[in-house]
């Protein structure tokens, strides 16, 4: 569910995932009701698919539907491996914990994990894995309207107007096909079961600790998966930082990762700003940094009332809100996302728009938008209110007029049908000092601010390394050499910087 970063049409369409969401308590360490039991050998076969690595094998690990009917209906996680390139100096098992929620690892492991510096890849046997719901984990759908697999209709842009009365519409809606047709186990997806089953496949392994490398939300589940089973911690790596602990918006930990977004746009908007206004730039908006801004706020409000018809887009049109979810989708990635970015705000000042994209599958989104409602909704308690929304979406569009109050509006979770069933996760220090955070300093998804809260959560279990750069996904992705440097020696080696560190 990555875009494809070099067309310009589904920056503004596709469905990349996010990470964002919160999870449910446990005790600190694994106790004989949540503690994975005794597994029998995993039974490793010829994984399904195209473009695989050769030696990319698959196996299915059972686990319980509900943790708390451990004996109960079982469901089936997919996990993949690719053994370690050097068996002599092997350490362990490095598990790549994706992003989402709405996204799986199970392939990961013939795509990025073969970016790993061979070091990493001699130290360890890679392990990917689809998380329950998603992919072929016993997958889950909603069923929903097509209009509502939009990105800007998830994303949940207010009325150009800052009304959120269709956004809670849409929130019945969608929550309404969830308890349709989304099947049992929607009510058991979430960001600590998602942990649990990890300890599950770790033990269907046979390590005594697991390594991992968890990028946006799932730099979320390794923190939860360490606050649960911290013994079980081998070396753990957990990139583009979530605040896990919520403290923003009155403890409401789902929310509060939604809030982020308020600050993200605004770290990353300046480089936008600064790269837009570049002589020589074959994309150039403006002759300078400063007036960016405002021309791209008058472009969505002129998109707000004028609209350009997009035929053969789902969206139908290049309207003010599918403007600023494509600013939002090209702040991830810089090196494609910008000069994307560029195109679309200079074909729309001439009344235009780029061919239409190819949207992905229907099933896919169908699949991935199920799991991200399920995890978000499940994970911690949203408010009902209309009026409470409004009057957050109103605070927020005076303060953060970019991102036009989406950020504090109403998703599927204000009408969300099952109640939460514990509260959530607290991140704390407790624990051995085995995790090392990176952090690029202008991240739109999950912004500097939100993991040095994580980072001070977790006391002196951490230590992070800041990285002077823009985009997320840190590690081999839009960091620097420092960074980079700094987790394949951990990986690899055991050895953490002494203390915080800034890779400028």
């Not at 004028?306 to 599918?322: C, K, R, S, Y």
């Amino acid at each position: 569910m990555r875009k494809n970063k070099r067309n310009v049409a589904l920056i503004a369409a596709s469905g990349a995932i996010l990470g964002l969401t919160a999870s449910l308590t446990a005790p600190l360490t694994a106790t004989a009701s949540t503690a994975a039991p005794a597994a029998k050998p995993l039974e490793w076969t010829k994984c399904e698919g195209s473009g695989l690595d050769p030696r990319q094998e698959c196996a299915t690990v059972r686990v319980p539907m509900d943790y708390s009917e451990p004996d109960g209906k079982k469901i089936g996680i997919a996990v993949s491996r690719i053994p370690s390139e050097k068996p002599d100096v092997r350490r362990g098992a490095l598990l790549l914990i994706a992003g989402g929620p709405g996204g799986g690892s199970l392939d990961e492991i013939s795509g990025k994990g073969q970016t790993l510096p061979q070091e990493v890849r001699n130290a360890y046997d890679l392990i990917g894995f689809d998380p329950r719901g998603f992919g072929r984990s016993a997958p889950v759908s909603c069923g929903l309207d097509r209009g509502d697999l939009v990105r800007s209709k998830y994303f949940p842009w207010p009325a150009p107007d800052g009304s959120v009365t269709e956004s809670m519409v849409t929130a019945r809606r969608t929550a309404d096909a969830c308890e349709r047709n989304g099947g049992e186990l929607m009510r058991h997806i979430s960001t600590a079961d998602n942990a649990r089953d990890i300890d599950r496949i770790r033990a269907a392994l046979g390590e005594r600790k697991l390594s991992a490398w968890g990028l946006s939300y799932g730099s979320y589940v390794g923190a939860v998966y360490a606050q649960l089973f911290p013994h079980r911690t081998d070396r753990f790596v957990l990139d583009s930082n979530l605040d896990g602990n919520g403290d923003r918006v009155n403890g409401q930990v789902g929310r509060a990762l939604w809030a982020g977004f308020e600050t993200g746009v605004e770290d990353v908007f300046p480089e936008f700003a600064k790269w837009a206004s570049k002589p020589g730039n074959q994309y150039r908006l403006a002759d300078t940094a400063a007036e960016v801004r405002p021309l791209v706020l008058r472009l969505a409000a002129r998109l707000d009332r004028e609209p350009i018809p997009w035929p053969g887009a789902d969206t139908a049109e290049l309207n003010g809100n599918v403007l600023r979810q494509a600013m939002v989708d090209a702040f991830y990635d810089p090196d494609d996302g910008f000069p994307a970015l560029a195109q679309l705000i200079l074909a729309a000042q001439k009344g235009t728009v780029p061919p239409a994209p190819e949207p992905p599958p229907e099933p896919l989104i169908q699949n991935a938008l199920a799991v991200i409602h399920a995890t978000t909704c499940n994970d911690s308690d949203w408010p009902e209110s209309s009026t409470q929304y409004q009057k957050e979406v109103d605070q927020s569009r005076a303060k953060y007029p970019l991102t036009a109050g989406m950020p504090r509006n109403a998703t599927t979770c204000a009408a969300w049908p099952y109640p939460l069933k514990q509260d959530p996760v607290r991140i704390t220090d407790r624990g051995p000092s085995t995790i090392l955070l990176v952090q690029n300093e202008r991240d739109v998804a999950a912004p500097l601010s939100g993991a040095r809260n994580l980072r001070a959560a977790l006391g002196e279990r951490a230590v992070m390394v800041t990285v002077n750069s823009t985009g997320h996904d840190a590690y081999l992705g839009n960091g620097n050499a420092c960074g980079d440097r700094a987790v394949t020696r951990y990986l690899a080696t055991g050895e953490r910087p002494a203390r915080d560190a800034y890779c400028g």
